[in-house]
């Protein structure tokens, strides 16, 4: 990636999807009027992406109280990941949609296609009502995410969303005191 993705909108895509026991159609536009998580993920049928997906399924319904939808995507075929759903026990808790990307066109919109590899890296975006991506977090292929820090994260993000002029610091969590940046805060950190 030569140019950070963060506040840009997401490029157009069309991808086809496993979800709720059908395949169905999923576009950029999908990703418009409500918040997002595209969670990519290198393949199906490996050792950490079920670790990842299971710990999203998990905490899913937190996900969903604040208004908040995931994808997520590999490049595997949206019949792979129907395979995948109908085999494992982990994968088959999974509530959300599975996009396929045999393509590799959505990887490479967002910047994360191992070219020589034909997979995508971990990479987790966090887009805004707008279309627009907030967070970006890439992870090296050995290291799984943390559901429960992502979502701090989204309460993060869109706190900052609905309230202009105030910032979260690290660590901030939902009901915690944020920061509004100014003059007289220089150097009082």
């Known amino acids: 990636m030569n140019t950070s993705l963060i506040n840009t909108e997401v490029l157009p895509f069309k991808a086809s999807a496993f979800h709720d026991g059908k395949f169905i159609d999923v576009t950029e ?39 908040v939808e995931i994808y997520s995507v590999s490049t595997d075929t949206h019949f792979t990941h129907k395979a995948w759903h109908d085999t494992s026990d982990t994968i088959a808790k999974l509530q959300f949609p599975m996009i396929g ?4 066109v959505v990887s490479r919109n967002f910047g994360v296609m191992i070219e020589e590899a034909g997979l995508a890296e971990r990479g ?33 993000a869109q706190y900052v969303a609905s309230h202009p002029g105030e910032v979260c610091p690290a660590k901030w969590k939902e009901g915690e005191a944020t920061l509004a940046p100014s003059l007289d805060l220089v150097g009082k950190i």
């Open 101 to 104: 990307d045999p393509t590799g």
């Open 124 to 156: 987790t975006f966090v887009i805004d009502p707008s279309g627009k991506i907030q967070i970006i977090e890439i992870n090296a292929g050995g290291i799984g995410r943390d559901a429960a820090e992502l979502l701090r994260k989204v309460k993060a």
């Open 29 to 67: 536009a999908d990703l418009k009027g409500k918040w997002s998580v595209v969670f990519f993920y290198p393949a199906d049928f490996t050792f950490v992406c079920p670790t990842e997906l299971g710990d999203l399924a998990d905490n899913y319904a937190e996900f969903k109280k604040l208004g």
